[in-house]
């Protein structure tokens, strides 16, 4: 699993005028909770932006004061006028403490319905879990080879391991349909029977 560190610096002054002052420094604001104590810290903007800018599901190795948190983003702040990020919220990864995370769908294979004609849709890209640290990875697999035309893949199908998927079983995530001009197709050959 890809993991990205951040250097950052023990905040010692709080409030919103050191704040202020912090973030037209070029900073970042953040806090990393869910362990043993809350770490208030920031970083420059910089360190942030292979971590927030992506959609693949990554750790964050948080090195402040002499001391290395792993942890998973929780929550992002940007300002409202200029869209600069403001805040980051990261959950501690404790080693016997199941997390819930937005895992991605990596979607393999080509199926069996776009081979006969038809269009995928993608209907979910992530997928809400509980599992512990050791066991997230950096997306949950999805063969798509048996989905025939017409046919749909709902949550329920997909094997997840040790993964618990707190999503409703009956979602769909992917679906191959019938393009127009296969419809077209179909319905001048029925014609043509009669």
Do not use: C, W
């Not at 997230?136 to 893949?153: A, F, H, M, P």
């Not at 001009?181 to 319905?187: D, V």
């Amino acid at each position: 699993m890809n993991t990205v560190v951040i250097e950052g610096q023990l905040r010692t002054d709080s409030g919103k005028k050191a704040a202020r002052d912090l973030r037209s420094q070029g900073n970042v604001l953040g806090v990393i909770y869910g362990g043993k104590e809350e770490v208030h810290f920031y970083a420059p903007v910089l360190a942030f932006r292979s971590l927030v800018y992506t959609s693949a599901f990554q750790i964050a190795e948080i090195k402040v004061d002499g001391k290395s948190y792993k942890a998973i983003v929780k929550d992002l702040q940007f300002d409202v006028v200029t869209d600069r990020l403001n805040h980051i919220d990261f959950l501690e990864l404790v080693e016997d403490k199941k997390v819930i995370a937005n895992l991605p769908f990596i979607f393999e294979g080509q199926p069996a319905g776009v081979k006969a004609g038809g269009r995928l849709q993608l209907r979910l890209k992530k997928v809400k879990v509980r599992a512990f640290p050791k066991d997230l990875t950096e997306g949950i697999k999805v063969d798509l080879t048996n989905l025939e035309l017409n046919g749909n893949l709902r949550v329920e199908d997909i094997a997840a391991g040790n993964i618990e998927i707190m999503m409703s079983g009956r979602q769909p995530v992917a679906s191959v349909v019938m393009t127009r001009a296969l419809r077209q197709a179909e319905t001048e050959a029925a014609k043509g029977k009669k």
